[in-house]
């Protein structure tokens, strides 16, 4: 009996042998092309894997009203290869007009660089300081859950590092790599220094698309209705509610997988607070811009991002108590996955090894932006119809009190953004 399990062992060994050698080969590809598209509504604010300041103008444009509908949309495009020009590198990507971006949008080889890579969870520079401290919230709810928030103490961190950055984790995710300077032998991207051309608010992906150049093989595919630009993603609620929290509510976006909000304030200079709705700790600055497909399925999952169906969210009194009563800028992002394309298809036959000449991704994202527990008329200077900003729909001011004035657009710049807390940089 005991032999007899011997040589089955055997045999279950030898079959694993003889499957792993029929595996298909595969090389390649020569070419990889990533597509970002971005629908942006208010205005943004910095996201994963460094982000960046705000942006002012935008800004500027929501807080007078130009901003609070209407969707801005934008395309990132990043060409990598591994072979060299014969000269100097040139290419160029044909869109379909539907894009009414121009006939031409010319990849240029950008002047390369240093390239500081951050992994997940790592600390920015911009959060080593020798003092301040940052609370980290999350999940949705009137109240925050027990043991919140977390507490980081930069006087302390330089002392222990390696605590803080377990206190300063993000959500858990396979940061993507898009072609690079750094990963490629020859790489182009757009937009760039040489063209300023932008994607008007009704471009649409739709149609054919090619990509030519002295360094890569012709890429052509075909992007169809449910390859497009997500919709515009806007907050219907943002207000605070009776329990002192904020309402946050948004309409549903076609084709989008995926919902996170995100919230950052301040309390005088040296206290930076941050909210997340993700369901598992995680530092506000170490969201993605984008996200996988199995990413995406596995964190909906273990509710790190809320799913598809999802369209409220309570920010946490806690929350708006530690940002001085309010004050914070709040984002939500809808994630819609990818769509990838490879050429040429995989032979049927294993043995035929898979010579791949180009691969396609195209990565989805939406978002919006504004001042927590506020609209975007009050951030105008308008009024609820029988209450004052930032209060419950009908409360009125204390007797005696004036009610508080919306920060204008001059108001913000003016003091920088929440009293230029330290935003990670790209």
Known sequence: MRHGRRLALVAGIAALATAASAQQKVTGPVAVYWMSAQTQTGFGMPAAGGGGQPDAGAMMRAMMGGGGGGAIKSLTLQLGSSQAPGGAPAAEHLPPSALQAGQSLPLVTPRTTPVRQEEPGQIPREYQKPRGKMLIFWGCGERARPGQP?????????SNPTAAAGMFRGIDYRPMQPPSPSRNRTYGDWPNEKTRTTVPSNGSLIGPHTVQGNYSPEISFMLGEDQDFLGALNLNTNARNAAGGVDLGWNLVGNAQAYLATAVGGAGQDTV?????????????????????????????????????????KVPKEVLDAMSGGGGIVQLAAYGGE????????????????????????????????????????????????????????????????????????????????????????
Do not use: H
């Not at 977390?150 to 330089?158: E, G, K, R, S, Y």
């Not at 995680?282 to 991002?305: C, E, H, Q, W």
């Open 339 to 426: 769509a990838n394309f490879v050429y040429p298809p995989r032979p049927t036959d294993p043995k035929v090894t898979w010579n791949q000449q180009w691969a396609v991704k195209v990565r989805y994202r939406s978002a919006t932006g504004g001042m927590l527990g506020m609209a975007m008329p009050q951030m105008g200077g308008g009024r609820q119809a029988g209450g004052y900003p930032g209060a419950p729909p009908g409360q009125q001011p204390p007797p005696g009190q004036q009610p508080p004035k919306a920060p204008t657009a001059g108001d913000i710049l003016r003091q920088g953004i929440l009293g230029g807390l330290p935003f990670p940089r790209r």
């Open 273 to 313: 607070v941050m909210w997340s709705s993700s369901e598992t700790q995680s530092a506000g600055f170490s969201m993605p811009d984008y996200l996988s497909g199995g990413d995406i399925t596995r964190l909906v999952a273990n509710k790190t991002l809320m799913g598809p169906a999802t369209r409220t969210c």
């Open 150 to 158: 977390v507490v980081i103490d930069f006087a302390t961190m330089a």
